[in-house]
């Protein structure tokens, strides 16, 4: 798949998508001289659009904000399905309130600060464990969008990416926005909490914006943000539109190294394929 011709998403990911707190999605063009541009914002305020946006025709390749699996070592502790597959129509079967009982009993088991069990891509990229159901949510995040995922037949590499059940021109990568997000900047720069939309964290989001149309970034590609936009994501408290751009930036990324000749778009050559990587992450 090349860049030129492809649509490029990033999606900042909510569990429970509503109009005040809505699926985020931004899309960048592939120019011909190597940069790229930011060419839209939108607003999935529900699950039917957020499944319908699934289902665009490609080719595309979105960067989602979300975990896609489970660490291993849970999964294996739990006794749970260890296809990835499987594990996920076992983990959408059960309520929230069934999982959050199940790991608060696992982390209760296990020693003060190694509480939670981790995927190996956690830690490199500085990302909450996938199991983690509050500050914030992640598993709930996973609970509703993996199967959903699965439903609509995207391709997902390392996971779910064989060709006679899924469509490989919908592709769809973990991006984590806080990971190239610290490669500019490591102060706090978003909240949802309104008294916490400082001066200070917009001054930083003023900041990750620059580098991104600087290309002073971990993934150095050079976007291009107009004015307006620019005023867009910096205004924004809680970073929902800028967290979908930085997820665009690591999709625009890993094409550019699908499209260069290395396999499964820039992800490490082995992954555990029930855990899945975050895109850009070293191995």
């Known amino acids: 798949m090349k860049s030129q011709g492809t649509s490029i998403y990033g999606v900042d990911f909510t569990s429970a998508p509503r109009r005040a707190k809505p699926i985020t999605v931004a899309r960048l063009e592939a120019h011909d001289d190597g940069r790229y541009a930011l060419v839209g914002l939108e607003a999935l305020a529900d699950w039917p659009a957020f499944d319908a946006f699934l289902v665009r025709s490609g080719p595309w390749v979105a960067g989602f904000d979300m975990p896609f699996g489970l660490p291993r070592e849970l999964v294996e502790t739990l006794g749970w399905p260890v296809e990835w597959r499987a594990l996920i129509a076992h983990y959408a079967a059960l309520d ?76 769809a990568l973990e991006a984590y926005p806080g990971y190239l997000a610290r490669s500019i900047t490591r102060a706090s720069y978003k909240s949802d909490t309104r008294s916490m939309q400082t001066p200070a964290r917009r001054g930083q989001r003023a900041r990750i914006v620059d580098a991104l149309r600087s290309g002073h970034h971990a993934m150095s590609l050079t976007i291009t943000i107009d004015e307006a936009q620019r005023a867009v994501l910096i205004d924004e408290g809680s970073a929902d539109r800028l967290d979908a751009v930085l997820c665009a930036v690591q999709a625009a990324w890993a094409l550019r190294q699908h499209g260069a000749g290395h396999p499964r778009y820039g992800l490490p050559e082995t992954i555990d394929p029930l855990e899945g990587w975050i895109v850009g992450v070293p191995a």
């Open 96 to 171: 929230r309130a069934t999982i959050r009982e199940i790991f608060v009993a696992f982390c209760n088991a296990r020693p003060a600060g190694s509480k939670f069990a981790h995927r190996a891509s956690d830690r490199p990229a500085g990302s909450s464990p996938s199991m983690k159901w509050v500050n914030p949510p992640v598993a709930w995040m996973l609970h509703a969008g993996a199967p959903r995922m699965i439903a609509a037949g995207v391709c997902i590499p390392g996971l779910d990416d064989d060709p006679s059940r899924i469509d490989v021109d919908r592709v």
